[in-house]
């Protein structure tokens, strides 16, 4: 970086020359709820709606009392709102909340991750602490949403994807308290380059082993929230370690696409929002879906299954084999329990439905376990090339890196693998521009079931975009969120009349003069306020 990169910024758009942390923070600072587009908003409402939903669920689950036993041992009583038990400081909330949203794997993305663990969790609990509007809590998720998702997008053809790009946390709850708490540019662009000083690194066996997999967004809220403090102080962090020999991409990125890091304003990532249907990894939504189409056509108490046969994209079938050392039967943790397809569309067969029970109390039924070893998953070309040409999670990038894509698939995913493949994969030899317009940005991650029963008889469906995926109508899209939090709600004890109104509250947050979650599941109290 010379001399004139360092020059400060007056007036005016931020020049391709300042470092992204500078340029994201002067954005960031300034962002008001009118420059946000209307569909921005309602979608980053429905991904707000959809990421409480999911904590709310987990306090149903038995890992929700352990992270709720986790959370109050360790943080003092407050006056933000923890989805697990009683109010806690606002750190503690939203720690404690974004394992809530992280243990099932029922969350959501925008186009470069799953940022709403800390955009909506860390915003709505230092809102609730200084009494800010709902507006001012909605400007600072979305601010979040889109300097956390250019970061992973820019990073994207590298060691992470999904989950484990838990670094966004560090940065999306760095900006979130920011935001909230009126901090100006050169602030949050310190606390940024201090929240990114030690990004995490996840591994393997714990992350697809364990259910420690619950603190992945947790411990990075801790560093970002603790960052701004920092920068408060007077501890400078470095703007340019995005971009600076051996920064952020350097060692994050096989291939950085650092043109994502552009766009503030003009593109807008939390408008390509996905939110998941039913728990499990993204995955594994198409298989349990066409699994529910093919039960729906069962003859009621005399259809017994031979085997199934589960047809998917290379991404389906690699994380189903990432999942298969760490499943233990009815002991198999959660994380993996989330990756695995069999299993999944077992108990969506036997039971007719997929949520949180399913793998929760359900697990303990051997009659599923049976079930899944008897379902086959295999490789369909037509599933892979339908996920890698839409935008969502990573064909916009994948577009952009040209001939060394294939460099990069023989290093992931092998090269006999890569030869098999190379007519799919040469279609991103030649780069496509970087989208603009992220509305009709699609989530095309498909699958065929198969179901053979004794008889001789074979059922099918196939589902080629799961429901909630970006791309679908935004209307499809909040009513999935919509749903899943008026579900959940009610699986704690809450009348319909009661929850709906409540999941109404959230969807409606800008109209609130203060934010607070308090009243959620208190089943004597009004709607959300």
């Excluded at 400081?89 to 799953?114: I, R, Y």
């Excluded at 991409?249 to 939390?270: I, K, N, S, V």
């Excluded at 607070?516 to 599941?521: F, R």
Aim: with cysteine; hydrophobic share 40%; aromatic share 6%.
């Amino acid at each position: 970086m010379t001399i004139t990169d360092r020059l400060p910024f007056v007036g005016g758009e931020p020049t391709a020359l300042d470092p992204f942390l500078d340029r994201a923070a002067r954005w960031a600072t300034s962002l008001r709820y009118r420059d946000i587009p209307k569909p921005v908003r309602r979608a980053a409402k429905a991904q707000l709606t959809s990421t409480v939903g999911a904590g709310v669920w987990t306090t149903t689950h038995p890992l929700g009392d352990r992270i709720a036993d986790a959370t109050e041992s360790r943080y003092p009583s407050g006056e933000a709102t923890f989805l697990g038990g009683s109010d806690r400081t606002p750190e503690g909330a939203a720690v404690g909340n974004a394992a809530l949203s992280m243990a099932l794997d029922f969350d959501g993305t925008v186009l470069g991750g799953h940022t709403g663990h800390s955009s909506v969790f860390v915003p709505l609990a230092y809102a609730e602490a200084t009494n800010a509007s709902g507006k001012r809590a909605l400007v600072a998720h979305v601010a979040a949403n889109e300097i956390a998702a250019r970061l992973a997008s820019a990073a994207a053809i590298g060691p992470f994807r999904g989950q484990q790009t838990a670094y966004i946390h560090s940065v999306g709850a760095a900006v979130g308290r920011a935001v909230i708490e009126d901090d100006d540019a050169e602030t949050l662009a310190n606390a940024l380059g201090t929240a990114l000083l030690q990004p995490p690194w996840p591994l393997e066996p714990p992350f697809l082993g364990a259910n420690a997999k619950v603190w992945s967004a947790s411990e990075p809220v801790r560093s970002g929230i603790a960052a701004v403090d920092a920068a408060r102080a007077g501890l400078g962090g470095r703007p340019d370690l995005v971009e600076a020999d051996g920064g952020f991409l350097g060692e994050f990125a096989d291939l950085p696409l650092p043109e994502f890091l552009e766009g503030f304003g003009e593109r807008w990532h939390t408008r390509a929002v996905t939110i998941k249907a039913v728990p499990g990894c993204a995955y594994v939504t198409a298989p349990v879906e066409a699994a529910l189409d093919v039960r729906g056509r069962f003859d009621p108490g005399r259809t017994e299954i031979q085997r199934v046969d589960v047809y998917g994209s290379l991404f389906a079938t690699e994380v189903d084999d990432l999942a298969a050392p760490y499943l233990d039967g009815p002991e198999s943790p959660m994380s993996a329990l989330s990756f695995t397809i069999p299993y999944n569309v077992a108990a969506a067969l036997v039971d007719g439905e997929h949520t949180p029970r399913q793998v929760g109390k359900r697990t303990a039924d051997e009659g599923l376990w049976t079930l899944a070893e008897r379902v086959f998953v295999h490789h369909d070309a037509s599933f892979t090339m339908a996920a890698l040409e839409s935008e969502v999670p990573v064909g916009a990038m994948l577009r952009r890196v040209g001939v060394p894509v294939i460099g990069y698939a023989a290093k992931t995913v092998g090269v006999r693998a890569t030869v098999r493949h190379l007519p799919t994969l040469a279609r991103f030899a030649r780069k496509r521009p970087l989208p603009t317009d992220l509305s009709t940005a699609d989530k095309r991650m498909g699958a065929r079931v198969e179901v053979t029963t004794t008889d001789g008889r074979t059922l099918s469906a196939t589902v080629g975009h799961p429901s909630g995926f970006a791309g679908k109508p935004l209307a499809e899209i909040r009513a999935v969120a919509r749903r899943k939090c008026l579900e959940g709600l009610q699986e704690t004890g809450l009348r319909e009349s009661v929850a709906r109104g409540r999941v109404e509250g959230l969807l409606g947050i800008d109209d609130a003069d203060t934010v607070s979650l308090a009243s959620l599941m208190d089943a004597e109290s009004g709607a959300v306020q």
